[in-house]
């Protein structure tokens, strides 16, 4: 008689994830008004700063929002009156996440983003925005670190990113 | 009468019945199988097969190489220990109890289970660990920033009510350490839900800088029996014989040790001292505090006759910082939250999360929040 032995099966652990599709909103041909959206986190005025004086004579509407938590439905509501929303910063994991979050939340109330994140944390907010059904959103690198630099650093870092705005807007 | 050493069956039929196995019908000798050993049946394989537990050695290894553990040796979730689970539960396999940042994976009751018995869970377990999924997904609780964020915050579990005794948990000397099942496996349990429903792997959802030895599992029971307030459930507005499940953002536990105070404000003052430094959360965006009161310093206060109320008014009145240390801290200080110089860590007395816990000895332990980017959450258990 032969006998066999065999182990059972075991189950898998990973959860499934339902796919879905979020439509990111074409960026304007020309804008007159851009939210800058400040998470408060070391060198995000600055980086936003610098991007702004690259965008000419336009107005900005600053908002202010909590760096690991999602901005409030004002705060939203705010940076949603312009033609487009610029975000900073996701440097860490906790704000990156809800700078990806809020962009969508941006993105799915009309306003077209870009959002910058430092390029060690960029793959993650990708992966977050595919997750969440946005893999397209925009997203700027910026060299990491950025918190604990001098503001000249930072300036300089955010220097090196203007013309990569100016190609995403297509501007000459 | 088949040859001898050549075993001939009927190939239409299982092989295994006597008559296939002596009958030497002329229409099956064309498709007479051979086999050269002492096989009852030439159709199969084998003649007997049985289903062994898989080797937990072997399953723990290659667990651990797809990175669905913390590194530690897990039980194998073969399908009826899983079903074992799912008896305990009132949902269907398939129910989404909720959808987990940052991956947005599906938590069903059947993938918590899976989940709970690799921890090492009893199978009495499963409705805990799923209100503690269901706790962790809502809104205020900020799973998404708990489960990305740099900074090495934990998911601290606190059980309160009678279900602390059925499931045998701990509350009482060393509820924070190990040598308790429940304790043990039920935080693991939470953190195996985490890493592979939500995504929180190391490096991947998970981008705490260092981590923290709580991510293993910092999950209690409150000692309500040597309590001399309202136990944190009963504060949180529960019937005393409901059990609840809270969920509270929560650094790893830090002692405060005081064996001399004999007064109240003596020894809450110690525990300020030691709650308020700069480079926590707390200090530059004010929110919990949690404070595992161990019953001989609660009973020092309480004989001193300040109320529970009193003793969280004064922990958030008293543990503020100067401005100039708060500022260390990272992000901008909000305005508001500066008070005369100083920056208070937490919002209001309520943000003082106060429970009675551990053994014989004068310590108690405070845990620092996410700051003001989580609120804890307090569920019933409903079996």
């Known amino acids: ?172 | 009468m088949a040859k001898k050493d050549e075993k001939i069956v009927n190939e239409n039929s299982c092989g295994c019945t006597i008559d296939d196995l002596m009958d030497d019908k002329p229409n099956n000798r064309s498709k007479k199988p051979k086999i050269n050993d002492d096989s009852l049946c030439a159709t199969r394989d084998s003649d007997m097969e049985f289903f062994v537990d898989p080797d937990p050695e072997k399953v723990s290894l290659k667990f651990y190489q797809n990175r669905f553990t913390d590194g530690l040796p897990i039980i194998p979730p073969t399908r009826e220990r899983v079903n074992r689970f799912l008896n305990y539960t009132h949902h269907d396999s398939g129910d989404v109890l909720a959808i987990l940042p940052p991956k947005m994976g599906q938590a069903t009751s059947e993938k918590v289970a899976i989940n709970a018995v690799m921890a090492g869970c009893l199978p009495s377990f499963q409705p805990v660990v799923e209100h503690m999924i269901k706790a962790v997904s809502e809104d205020k609780f900020n799973l998404t920033g708990v489960n990305a964020t740099t900074h090495p915050v934990s998911i601290c579990t606190i059980i309160n009510g009678p279900l602390i005794d059925e499931i045998g948990m701990n509350a009482t000397v060393g509820c924070l350490g190990p040598g308790n099942l429940a304790n043990a496996t039920i935080g693991r349990a939470l953190r195996f839900c985490l890493a592979n429903i939500a995504g929180a792997i190391p490096g991947v959802g998970d981008h705490a800088t260092h981590g923290s030895p709580a991510k293993y599992s910092y999950c209690f029971a409150e000692n309500e029996k040597e309590n001399p307030w309202d136990s944190l459930h009963v504060e949180r507005g529960f019937n005393p014989q409901e059990s609840t499940v809270t969920v509270i953002a929560a650094e790893s536990p830090h002692n405060v040790n005081d064996h001399r105070s004999q007064s109240a404000e003596d020894l809450l003052d110690t525990i300020i001292h030691t709650a308020t430094t700069a480079g926590c959360n707390n200090s530059h965006v004010p929110g919990e505090l949690l404070v595992i009161m161990s019953p001989e310093h609660a009973e020092t206060i309480q004989q001193d006759g300040w109320s529970k109320k009193d003793v969280q008014k004064y922990i958030h009145k008293n543990s503020s910082l100067l401005t100039v240390l708060a500022d260390r801290g990272g992000r901008v200080l909000d305005e508001k939250n500066i008070i005369k110089g100083k920056v208070r860590i937490t919002r209001s007395p309520k943000d003082v999360v106060l429970v009675v816990a551990g053994g014989p000895g004068r310590h108690t332990m405070i845990s620092h929040g996410f700051g003001g980017g989580s609120e804890s959450v307090t569920i019933p258990i409903t079996l």
């Not at chain 1, 879905?20 to 400040?38: E, G, H, T």
């Open chain 1, 1 to 172: 008689m032969r006998v066999k032995l065999t182990e059972k099966d075991v189950l898998n652990p990973v959860g499934e994830v339902k796919k879905k599709k979020i439509n990111l909103n074409p960026l304007p041909y020309d804008f007159d008004q851009v939210s800058l959206v400040d998470n408060t986190k070391p060198g995000a005025s600055i980086i936003l700063k610098v991007l702004s004086e690259s965008l000419g004579n336009r107005e900005f509407l600053c908002v202010k929002k909590p760096a690991g938590a999602p901005a409030t439905d004002q705060q939203i509501m705010k940076a949603s009156a312009s033609d487009l929303a610029i975000l900073a910063l996701g440097d860490c994991g906790s704000c990156a996440s809800w700078v990806v979050l809020d962009a969508i939340r941006l993105e799915r109330r009309g306003t077209p983003t870009i959002s910058i994140f430092s390029d060690h944390f960029a793959p993650f907010a990708r992966q977050l925005a595919e997750s969440h059904g946005m893999g397209d959103l925009r997203i700027l690198e910026i060299e990491h670190p950025i918190a604990g630099l001098g503001n000249d650093e930072v300036e300089e870092k955010a220097f090196k990113i203007v013309s990569n705005l100016l190609y995403i807007l297509q501007i000459p």
